[in-house]
């Protein structure tokens, strides 16, 4: 078979939401290629976190089956959070459907959970190995669903301020241009992670940022973290960037006509446009960039990059696939 759904962006490309039906119950969640949970604001939670989010209430599912004793915690790397209890209910993305799914139902949530809220839960769609239920561990709706899959390939199609899309079971190839490029992920730390050591501004000659660096594909990101010596060589050549620590990143001014900035994907180069670097307005004249330095050892290359690059994800052989679009 194959799923298809909407992938809606927030104001300012923040994040992107889908809907996807949980016994019979529609939410919108976000499809986070950075983790391995799917957890869902529950009616269990408080109302004070409830408010403005829709929620899933186990009790209204004819399908919903309690794991006894199961539960999760997750922690992502901005620092927030989800921990609850966990069941099974038949989960359809589109028309890819899983019938003992697990749902992980939010007991509590940190703050900026509370306050997105268009956001009612995560899909998470990075390696099993990651999922955080305890006492067994629970299986991605992507590991789910792949044996009755087409294609065991998912593939996202996100765009800047417009409606894209994630397709379970298939590449169509009407949603990007030119050659895909196929590279192998090292699936050791439960990521879709690469070696992206390279990197280009603009037309300028092709550098190496820090030798055997690596990064994951994280669609649950906004912007794109990369090393440090990526940064400073980008907005050296944007005149009047600045690095602002009030604004908490490279900021520049709005009108800037911006470089495209090329990026290696385990060896062959990839590029984002340099419009995309133009993230959101924080005063008058400045704007944020997209891209930014991270203070980790390891680079995230979050919706900025796809929205330059339609990415296809096949968990058949652990490869990620790029091309423009
Ligand atoms: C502090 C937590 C560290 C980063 C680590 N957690 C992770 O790596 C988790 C699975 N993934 C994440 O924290 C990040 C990838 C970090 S690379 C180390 N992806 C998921 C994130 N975008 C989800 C999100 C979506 C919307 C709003 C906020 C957060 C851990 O549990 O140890």
Redesign the pocket.
């Known amino acids: 078979g194959v799923g298809l759904v909407t992938a809606t962006p927030e104001q300012n490309d923040v994040?992107y939401l889908s809907p996807v039906d949980i016994g019979g119950q529609t939410l919108n969640l976000?499809f986070?290629s950075?983790?391995?949970?799917l957890w869902v604001f529950s009616s269990q939670l408080s109302t004070a976190a409830t408010t403005g989010h829709t929620v899933y209430d186990p009790n209204k599912s004819q399908s919903f089956a309690l794991i006894q004793g199961a539960t999760f915690s997750?922690?992502?790397?901005?620092?927030?959070g989800a921990a609850g209890n966990v069941g099974t209910d038949t989960v359809n993305l589109g028309g890819a459907t899983v019938t003992k799914q697990a749902v992980e139902l939010a007991t509590a949530v940190s703050q900026?959970?509370v306050e997105?809220t268009n956001?009612n839960g995560?899909l998470?769609l990075?390696f099993s190995k990651?999922n955080?239920v305890k006492p067994a561990q629970q299986k991605t709706f992507f590991d789910n669903v792949m044996p009755s899959l087409a294609e065991p390939v998912f593939t996202a199609d996100l765009k800047k301020a417009a409606v894209g899309s994630y397709e379970f079971g298939r590449v169509d190839a009407a949603k990007f241009t030119g050659a895909m490029t196929f590279v192998p992920v090292n699936t050791t730390q439960?990521?879709w992670q690469f070696t992206s050591e390279k990197f280009a501004v603009g037309t300028g000659a092709v550098q190496t940022s820090v030798a055997g660096s690596q990064a994951?594909a994280?669609t649950?990101?906004t912007l794109i973290l990369a090393e440090p010596a990526v940064a400073r060589a980008y907005y050296a050549q944007v005149p009047n960037a600045v690095n602002d620590a009030q604004a908490g990143g490279f900021v520049f001014p709005c009108n800037s006509n911006l470089p495209d900035l090329m990026l290696d994907i385990g060896g062959t180069m990839a590029k984002v446009s340099g419009s995309d670097i133009n993230f959101a307005q924080v005063d008058a004249q400045n704007c944020f960039g997209g891209m930014q330095a991270t203070p980790?050892n390891?680079q995230?290359y979050?919706d900025i990059f796809f929205k330059s690059n339609f990415v296809a994800f096949n968990g058949g052989n652990s490869s990620l696939g790029f091309a423009p679009h």
């Open positions: 994040e976000d986070d950075g983790s391995s949970d997750i922690s992502y790397g901005d620092g927030s900026s959970f997105d956001n995560l998470g990075a990651l955080t439960g990521f994951i994280d649950g990101t980790a390891l995230i979050g």
